[in-house]
């Protein structure tokens, strides 16, 4: 008789949760398929005047249209097309990782000074002419002095605090300090550059696409293919430091160790990203918390909406870009500050107000 009643009481829990799981993975289709229509949009949009038919065929059929429509599709779009998407997956992946790591709903990549520690390793490079790796080619110089600054100042920061034992809110404030550091060094190339230095700096650090090459998009696709499956295969411990916090230790997780190892991959994508559009912000403060909203706190469901929801953002606003002033790109990183600000609003305001 009991175990009838055990199984009648679990049947609907069962249920509840095959359900649960549908509406998850309907989610996730949906959300990718609205992803495929907007990177389709993106390439059909440019400065260019191609046909939406022409630019079509530029894609789908790549040798049977003129070499002047084939550059346009793929030298020129499909590059920072690209780019946007895996921006917006190791963007978003980043910041929901630091939210983890930091339990801060507020953290996103650039908390720890990633984007100020970027912008001074590209600023050495237009402004002073010297670089870490001046050994390298002058076209990959800029980039890899500003992945190499904003990837060690966040492994100097993880490192110092599970040496020093820090508490999450001081790798904040540390973090912070590191933010004011570079900033200042920053506005002190800015003062000593000329204008055509000043101009090249100032844009970098509004973010674009418009550069992105090939290069660049097979360097970002192999650190998200490495990264991307180690996290998936963590996402029950993901899930469990998420819940339960140091907790979690009695799990069987090595807590420390997982908070380093999460933010060394955040690090790493973070610093690629940001080395090859530059300053771009909100992607990791928005995406995450959209795609939690949606699909809950489940890690094996959470991570893949949340890449997904961050390349949709991201596209969309490459696209806002392009056509909100014609004849005219907007740098990336101002359009997704116009799209998340509001977003950061309600989320500040929202929680004030869930207390009260």
Not at 45 to 52: A, Q
Request: charged residues 10%; positive net charge; aromatic residues 8%.
């Amino acid at each position: 008789m009991n175990s009838v009643s055990q199984t009648l009481g679990q049947a609907p829990s069962a249920h509840v949760y095959k359900n649960d799981v549908r509406r998850k993975l309907l989610l996730i289709v949906v959300f990718l398929i609205l992803t495929v229509l907007a990177v389709i949009t993106d390439l059909l949009c440019g400065s260019g005047t191609l046909p939406w038919h022409v630019a079509l065929d530029g894609v789908f059929h790549p040798d049977q249209v003129s070499p002047m429509v084939h550059v346009v599709m793929w030298d020129l779009r499909m590059p920072v097309t690209i780019t946007a998407v895996l921006s917006g997956i190791g963007l978003a992946i980043a910041g929901s990782l630091m939210q983890t790591v930091l339990d801060n709903p507020l953290a996103e990549p650039f908390t720890l000074g990633i984007s100020s520690a970027a912008g001074f390793g590209a600023a050495l490079v237009i402004v002073f002419q010297t670089s870490l790796v001046s050994f390298l080619p002058v076209d990959y110089l800029l980039t890899a002095n500003a992945f190499i600054f904003s990837l060690v100042t966040v492994l100097f920061i993880g490192m110092f605090a599970a040496r020093k034992g820090l508490s999450v809110e001081m790798i904040v404030m540390l973090g912070i300090a590191v933010h004011f550091i570079f900033s200042a060094l920053l506005g002190l190339a800015q003062y000593v550059a000329n204008v055509d230095q000043l101009q090249s700096l100032v844009f970098w650090m509004m973010g674009s696409l418009q550069k992105s090459t090939w290069t660049q998009v097979g360097i970002n696709t192999v650190i998200i293919v490495l990264i991307v499956p180690i996290l998936l295969l963590l996402s029950w411990q993901i899930s469990a430091l998420r819940g339960f916090g140091e907790q979690a230790q009695v799990l069987g997780i090595s807590v420390a160790r997982l908070r380093m190892l999460l933010l060394t991959f955040s690090a790493l994508l973070a610093s690629a990203i940001t080395a090859t559009i530059g300053v771009v912000g909100f992607i990791g403060l928005v995406a995450p918390h959209v795609a939690r909203m949606l699909v809950g706190e489940d890690q094996r469901f959470t991570q893949l909406m949340t890449m997904i929801v961050g390349a949709l953002i991201m596209t969309l606003s490459s696209i806002v870009s392009k056509m909100l002033i014609p004849g005219v790109i907007l740098p990336i990183g101002m359009v997704t500050s116009l799209l998340g600000v509001p977003f950061f609003v309600w989320l500040v305001f929202g929680r004030s107000m869930g207390r009260r």
